[in-house]
């Protein structure tokens, strides 16, 4: 009898998720089920046989809690989730495997409720599961995260409630998107880890593990109470490995990018401002026009602008161009405080892709960052510094997940201003020398990988091959 109750629950629990695999709507609650092999991946390292008291805030059917009810018993676990349906099925299935359990007893087991809100005050050993990935922190649940940002993450809410509810010895591993290594509304989260305990295993997956998504996760195991760890800042190196990212150590005391130049990014005002007075100046700039340059225009260490196509504002230009003295005083005002010489770097890319602009031709749009010395005569140096391989490897470990893919790197004006310069400023200034000359991207990042005192010898294989440069690199001499 008991055999055909828990069979009955589990076919239940696979009606219930096929049912919801055909739901539209899913992706909008961001409820997805854990592989089973990922579930067993996280409970070999949260739980112990003497585990007995095991939590699961966003349970679902209860994958989670089923698999660990046969470990340490069924009266050894608790969960709870909003989707009322999802909790009878996980009710009937703790059922199933402890019959003795009653209604009541199973109706504060696994409660119809907000996980992030109705364990408060409660201790457990191990809190562990896939709470749901929702973007950003619904309103209803803002009171039970310490007030993290709006723009918080659900699973990363959970990840930073979770904390609370374990004490020393105990551990925390919840599912998270591949965001939460660097997203800035994920950094309270990563915080309070560094503040109650240490990150001591890690799990990721290049490729999605979620049926009918295409969001990569990982999994942080949390120590509780252990010292040591990465730094709030430093999550992503965890994941570098299984991107293939080589390792890297800059120097801590040469000093950074934002000590030699400003780095500023643009908002929407800046770029719809613009959108009525671009013009496709495939005919040649008429007088007064400057050109428009895009992320999708910036190499490294070259412009396209005008020999390949663009689109801006969901138009397509051949050569996008715009008369300054058509703008509105503050948008002109604006315009010309960005015509000086600069760096331009590209929102993001499979290497930071930068283009010196020494005469001031060039008018950035949003999400283009501008780079300007204070000194015009370190131009040159910046732009040798985006080239440098250890810098790119470093910057792609740094912020690991925040891009659009894994192999983007996408580093914000705070994240440029903060890249570390090199010590070697014999090494440097000749990369620099090579830059402004034309030389070939290549070899300014050979010596720079060279100023960096870099020894993997990989290192710039490993750069040549995201930026796709060969040795016929177009426009460019030795």
């Known amino acids: 009898m008991e055999v055909d109750a828990r069979r009955r629950a589990e076919e239940a629990a696979a009606d219930y998720e096929r049912g919801l695999a055909a739901d539209p709507g899913r992706r909008s609650r961001g409820s997805f089920y854990t592989p089973p092999d990922l579930v067993a991946w996280i409970l070999d390292r949260a739980l112990a046989p003497t585990t007995r008291r095991v939590l699961d805030p966003a349970c679902g059917t209860g994958h989670f809690l089923v698999a660990a009810a046969e470990r340490v018993g069924a009266r050894a676990v608790w969960g709870s989730d909003l989707d009322g349906a999802a909790v009878a099925v996980a009710r009937d299935r703790l059922r199933a495997l402890d019959p003795s359990l009653t209604e009541a007893e199973l109706a504060d087991r696994v409660r119809h409720s907000d996980g992030l809100a109705c364990w408060a005050g409660e201790r457990f050993e191990a809190v562990v599961g896939n709470p749901p990935f929702l973007g950003q922190l619904r309103r209803r649940t803002a009171g039970a995260t310490g007030g993290l940002g709006a723009y918080t993450d659900t699973s990363a809410a959970f990840l930073h409630a979770s904390l609370g509810l374990v004490g020393d010895g105990g551990a925390v591993a919840l599912v998270q998107p591949l965001s939460v ?107 007064g026009e400057v050109r428009l340059v895009t992320t999708g225009l910036i190499e490294p260490a070259r412009s396209q602008w005008g020999e390949v196509p663009t689109r801006f ?17 503050p948008l002109a005002a604006w315009a010309r405080s960005r015509l000086v010489a600069k760096l331009l770097v590209a929102g993001q890319g499979r290497v930071i892709e930068a283009v010196a602009d020494p005469a001031g031709e060039l008018l950035p749009s949003v999400p283009v960052v501008s780079v300007v010395p204070h000194d015009p005569g370190d131009l040159w140096r910046l732009l040798a510094v985006t080239l440098a391989p250890p810098v790119v490897a470093y910057a792609a470990a740094r912020y690991l997940g925040t891009g659009l893919t894994p192999g983007s790197v996408k580093v914000s004006a705070r994240q440029l201003a903060a890249l570390p310069l090199p010590r070697d400023h014999e090494r440097w200034a000749a990369a620099a020398t090579l830059a402004r000359e034309g030389a070939r991207p290549a070899r300014v990042a050979e010596l720079m990988t060279a100023a960096y005192a870099a020894e993997d010898p990989a290192l710039t294989a490993w750069w040549a091959e995201r930026a796709r440069i060969r040795n016929d690199t177009v426009g460019a001499r030795d």
């Open 181 to 287: 290594l660097a997203a800035r509304d994920a950094g309270p989260a990563r915080a309070e880890v560094a503040r109650r305990g240490a990150v001591v295993d890690f799990w990721c997956s290049p490729r999605p593990v979620f049926d009918g998504t295409d969001v990569l996760t990982c999994v942080p195991l949390v120590s509780v109470g252990r010292a040591g760890g990465p730094a709030p800042d430093d999550w992503g190196a965890l994941a570098a490995p299984t991107f293939g990212i080589p390792a890297v150590s800059l120097p801590s005391d040469a000093g950074v990018v934002g000590d030699l130049a400003a780095c500023t990014a643009d908002f929407r005002d800046q770029y719809y401002g613009l959108v009525p007075h671009v013009r496709d100046a495939a005919d040649g700039l008429r007088p």
């Open 313 to 329: 504002a969901r138009r397509r230009y051949a050569a996008p161009a715009v008369a300054v003295a058509d703008l509105d005083p």
